[in-house]
């Protein structure tokens, strides 16, 4: 399958609606998988350096651990893979699964996240094993044809306990995705920070990446428990 073919129905070319078009034609169908497209994507590289801020982020990284949220070892040369596969939720929302695995010297650590679009047709992004946290997303084609996302309102859930999360105790995401046509890999770069303590958590890094047939996903990408509120 080609760039631009069947992409239209993905929730990622929804959301970014002209500005899809922008993208490198690789990012294109990189976030183009969906249940229409009929693949999925799934990125096997390194991540050149995984880094975390000052002493103290340490707790709230190990908490974040817990849920497959956060990282709480830093590394340099660390294998991983990143697995995209659409399923529809209980629900009966079209999900997308990014489900990355850091095999550092100690363990293999997960960070899980599942995508949908959101009412007010932005991505929201549910975060962990069992979706907690559930964040607002903002997609932007740049100059060059990379994908820049930045996270915004955070709401945590559990039971019927339901609230907006505080920023003053947690932090914005701003991710680079690109693709380099000499090296014929996909670059990223994350950057998580705290409006009052600053940096707290990041990666960089690189892959290459096959699209699989995919109509659902597997069931070890899927979070333990999906949450109906957005």
Not at 36 to 42: D, T
Not at 172 to 196: G, K
Not at 219 to 225: D, E, Q, S, Y
Request: hydrophobic share 40%; charged share 25%; aromatic share 12%.
């Amino acid at each position: 399958m080609t760039a631009g073919t069947a992409v239209a129905a993905s929730v990622f070319a929804r959301a970014m609606g002209d500005d899809f078009a922008r993208l490198h034609p690789m990012l294109q169908r990189r976030f183009g998988v969906g249940l229409a497209a009929g693949y999925g994507c799934v990125g096997r590289g390194t991540m050149t350096r995984i880094r975390r801020g000052p002493w103290w982020t340490i707790p709230f990284l190990q908490l974040g651990r817990f849920r497959n949220i956060l990282i709480p070892e830093t590394g340099e040369d660390v294998a991983f893979t990143i697995e995209n596969h659409p399923y529809r939720d209980p629900f009966g929302r079209e999900t997308v699964t990014f489900v990355r695995h850091f095999r550092m010297p100690r363990a293999v650590r997960r960070f899980d996240a599942t995508m949908i679009l959101g009412d007010d047709g932005r991505v929201v992004d549910y975060l962990g094993s069992h979706q907690h946290l559930a964040v607002d997303l903002d997609l932007t084609a740049e100059h060059d044809g990379s994908l820049l996302l930045r996270s915004g309102r955070q709401r945590f859930y559990e039971g019927p306990l339901g609230f907006r999360f505080p920023m003053l105790f947690s932090g914005r995401a701003e991710l680079r995705e690109s693709y380099d046509d000499r090296a014929e890999v996909f670059r990223i770069r994350l950057e998580v920070r705290n409006r009052v303590f600053g940096f707290l958590f990041g990666y960089e890094g690189e892959f290459r990446c096959e699209f699989p047939e995919a109509t659902d996903a597997p069931a070890h990408t899927k979070p333990l428990r999906h949450e109906r509120r957005m």
